[in-house]
């Protein structure tokens, strides 16, 4: 009687749980995991299990919803200061063939730390075979503690592309991300295993890195790649307002900081918020900001009227904005949650579910259906 007892309880719960209604959709908020220290990313291996990143430098594996998290050893040092520490976490396309995950993270050089890519081998709860994939130049190194990026994503045609941030660069002419000779405020592309691209827009140049794909970029936290399309999306934050999306094309210049749509955090005037010649506009600014963070392209079967959106992550407006596409156009944008944690993460896996990482308070959660 009592475990019967129990059994209702629980079922009685469950059917409690809040109802979140949307435009399309009616959700419910599952929890995945809890009590993490400020989380910053999760992928899903192809068996179910999880893995999530802390930003003080702990890997975890999840076996399910619920199970208590196990530290993953094998984890390159990082340097967890400020914005920077253990950051992305992503799957090659091919795991199930070949294995590889990767990692992105601030590395120590000197008194300084840099943004570096390194991938490895999940065995039981070590990571083996690792490699870097991306280790910058170390005089490039700088004792800021903020705006590492880092976000990776994959074509599913044998490259990975990946942002830095402008490190906190100061807001005029000497800002870095204008520079092609530095690695920061870009996005960047490389073959999966490390190797430059051949036809990188400017692998040719001397003065350039040849690892840039686009560059003028503040602090992108957002990536995602529509492989239908081929375009790359992107989401990063703005000063005090003119967070951005945008479309990355190859070459191209997104303007930071001489182009965009926010001011100083004293107030003071950063540009005159107006398009200038060869640089692109975003496909969207928010301001006031959504401090946005991680982005997802919806293409699961769990919510087909959300199939083809975009979600944007929010951290200090705490939102979660799905962005409706047509092609190329935004043509709607939708508040799905709100003041419910700092969202670090948004990711759509294989098993149609959307899940959100929360840095505070620290937890990994999925959208299930109401409907």
């Given at each position: ?44 291996l ?29 984890v ?174 190859k ?51 769990k ?7 975009l979600?944007?992550?929010?951290l ?52 299930v259906?109401?409907?």
């Amino acid at each position: 009687m009592k475990a019967a007892a129990i059994i209702l309880l629980l079922a009685v719960a469950c059917a409690r749980a809040e109802v979140i209604h949307s435009s399309s959709h009616r959700f419910r908020v599952e929890t995945i995991a809890d009590g993490l220290d400020h989380p910053w990313a999760v992928a899903q291996l192809p068996d179910g299990r999880f893995l999530v990143t802390e930003r003080r430098g702990r890997l975890l594996l999840i076996d399910k919803p619920g199970a208590a998290p196990r530290e993953v050893a094998g984890v390159p040092f990082v340097v967890a200061r400020g914005q920077g520490g253990l950051l992305d976490v992503a799957l090659h396309p091919g795991y199930a063939e070949n294995g590889w995950l990767y990692l992105a993270y601030s590395k120590p050089v000197g008194e300084g730390s840099l943004t570096a890519i390194a991938r490895g081998k999940l065995q039981d709860d070590r990571l083996t075979e690792l490699e870097m994939i991306f280790d910058p130049p170390s005089d490039q190194a700088t004792g800021s503690g903020s705006h590492f990026g880092c976000r990776m994503a994959f074509d599913g045609r044998g490259h990975i592309f990946f942002s830095i941030g402008d490190r906190g660069g100061p807001t005029n002419a000497d800002n870095l991300a204008q520079s092609l000779g530095s690695v920061t405020g870009k996005i960047h592309r490389l073959h999966d295993d490390g190797r430059v691209p051949a036809d990188n827009p400017f692998v040719s140049r001397k003065d350039a890195m040849p690892s840039i794909w686009a560059y003028g970029s503040r602090n992108a936290q957002g990536l995602v790649y529509d492989t239908g399309s081929g375009r790359l999306w992107e989401t990063e934050h703005g000063p005090r307002g003119g967070d951005e999306l945008n479309i990355i094309r190859k070459g191209a210049n997104y303007g930071w900081p001489l182009a965009g749509y926010g001011i100083n955090y004293s107030g003071t005037t950063i540009t005159k918020n107006e398009s200038l010649p060869g640089m692109e506009d975003p496909v969207v600014q928010w301001t006031p900001v959504i401090a946005a963070s991680g982005l997802a392209l919806y293409r699961g079967d769990k919510f087909p009227r959300w199939r083809g959106n975009l979600f944007a992550g929010g951290l200090a407006s705490e939102k979660l904005v799905r962005v409706e596409l047509s092609g190329a156009t935004v043509t709607e944008q939708e508040i799905v949650l709100q003041d419910t944690g700092r969202i670090r993460d948004v990711r759509s896996f294989d098993d149609g579910f959307l899940y959100i990482v929360y840095d505070e308070p620290g937890k990994v959660v999925r959208l299930v259906p109401a409907d």
